[in-house]
């Protein structure tokens, strides 16, 4: 670029906009921008107004209108109320700097006081994320400013700015757009907290939110679970209810022998963590003589083991079932014949992940294999605090009740499930059906693993009214 020399007498500008050595620069500001000034000078005696020329985050210069009826010195403290249309902001100030004017009026560079943050208490997750964002200035027409969220939870944000003229006060209205597919564009709104420089030309902020929409909620839980890595127990620390984790989970079965071994490993965790194993036993004591005839279904979040369970395919009737071992005689009711059924057993979660819909996308997996092996029943066993559980999945009790030999005798009833109650929910409530089972039966549909008859498909149907129905009535309460 060519290089256009001046002669000093023509250089209109200052050479450097912060010449002055300012860590923020100052926004001019117009008598007709609607934004004023009136400052307590010192105590006791009336407000005073002023017309203000320019801004910044850190500072202002203001001139007084009328003339100065007692004197004021640098260093001296100023309590300022800023009115920005609407909006009033008190600031506290120091003067750095005094003109004076003509007619006995003052100009004053004041910089403002007190305006580090409270500290965010010690488990806020500070500096954990990096979610980009955009806000408009809610004084300036049409002025975009690009931020970062670094720290993050349901009621608050902290947020940084490398914009040096961005303009923020205490208590000032904010709307920030998360830079994340969200619903209706939807925005995030609430006041500035706090504000701090870390360093020359960035800022840092925080957001009390005032108003966070559910779809919103949901892209942040999705954002932070999907690419850094949270797990839903941190995620609900922050006040987050996601329920989406179904489809972020990768479900496969067990491939490797060093596999088999992190399944022992969950299996220990997830007993001792609700005291259904003592503590001394080892991961080995967790292995099942049926683990190696057994399918072992496993999730992952990304590379992490969060949650697995067996499912046995008998293939002759004297072969003896985790559930069975017992009876010394075999099972005293009768049951369907075992090669119509898949027994599952050790269905674990990892503590952290529980609470979540990782289970039922476990059950997903299960009702696919299901239905592709030609089985009819499925097979297993839970105690009294997970029986409401299983009993809306569609399990019925088969009477029977055994002391479980690996958990501390605790006691398990017996129970099975119908394929019907997946297929097209046969004792299960539509609301439930269509929210755990509808979309595999659409999938198995689709690439022909299933073919209804009419009654079926009329099941079906109504299945999805009643749910539709169900969730209207459930808004229009609300």
């Known amino acids: 670029m060519e290089n256009i020399h001046f002669p000093a007498h023509k250089i209109y500008k200052p050479r450097h906009v912060q010449a002055d050595n300012r860590r923020l620069c100052r926004i001019p500001v117009r008598e007709n921008e609607g934004v004023n000034a009136t400052a307590i000078l ?103 400013v690009v931020l970062r969220i670094t720290g993050i939870s349901r009621n608050d944000l902290i947020v940084e700015c490398d914009d040096p003229e961005f303009l ?94 992190e399944v022992l490993k969950l299996r220990r965790l997830a007993y001792t963590s609700v005291g259904k194993i003592d503590k001394n036993c080892t991961a080995a004591d967790l292995a099942s003589d049926l683990d190696h005839k057994s399918r072992i279904i496993t999730a992952y979040h990304h590379d992490t083991l969060v949650g697995t369970v067996g499912l046995l395919f008998p293939d002759h009737e004297k072969m003896i079932l985790d559930t069975e071992r017992t009876f010394a005689s075999g099972f005293p009711v009768k049951l369907p014949p075992k090669k119509t059924m898949i027994e599952i057993a050790r269905l674990c979660i990892t503590p952290d992940y529980r609470a979540t819909d990782i289970l039922f996308g476990m059950f997903e997996q299960i009702y696919l294999i299901l239905i592709t092996s030609g089985r009819e029943y499925i097979l297993s066993s839970t105690d009294d605090h997970m029986w409401t559980l299983y009993k809306r999945l569609g399990f019925r009790k088969t009477g029977l009740v055994y002391e479980h030999p690996l958990l501390n005798g605790l006691a398990h009833h017996v129970m099975i499930l119908h394929k019907n109650s997946l297929l097209f929910g046969m004792g299960v409530s539509p609301f439930v059906w269509m929210k755990l089972y509808g979309s595999m039966t659409e999938h198995l549909r689709s690439i022909g693993a299933v073919r209804l008859n009419p009654y079926q498909k009329i099941r079906i149907m109504l299945n999805r009214c009643l749910a539709v129905a169900a969730r209207t009535c459930a808004i229009v309460k609300y």
């Open 168 to 261: 923020l006060f205490p208590s000032m209205p904010i709307s920030i757009s998360l830079h994340l597919p969200t619903p209706k564009k939807d925005v995030v709104v609430g006041r500035v907290t706090w504000m701090e420089i870390p360093e020359k030309g960035k800022t840092r902020f925080g957001v009390a939110i005032r108003q966070l929409s559910q779809g919103i909620q949901n892209s942040i839980a999705r954002y932070l679970f999907h690419l850094y890595d949270w797990k839903p127990v941190q995620l609900r620390e922050i006040g987050l209810d996601f329920k989406g984790y179904r489809p972020l989970i990768k479900f496969r079965s067990l491939r490797t022998h060093d596999e088999y071994l």
């Open 42 to 144: 010192s105590a006791g005696t009336p407000s005073v107004l002023f017309n203000v020329t320019d801004m910044s985050s850190l500072g202002l210069c203001i001139e007084s209108e009328e003339p100065m009826l007692h004197s004021v010195e640098p260093g001296d403290g100023v309590e300022l109320a800023l009115s920005c249309r609407d909006e009033r902001f008190q600031l506290e100030c120091v003067i750095r700097h005094l003109s004076p004017m003509e007619n006995s009026r003052i100009r004053l560079g004041l910089v403002r006081r007190n305006h580090s943050p409270a500290k965010p208490p010690p488990d806020f997750p500070f500096d954990k994320i990096s979610l980009n964002a955009s806000c408009r200035h809610p004084y300036y027409y049409n002025e975009n």
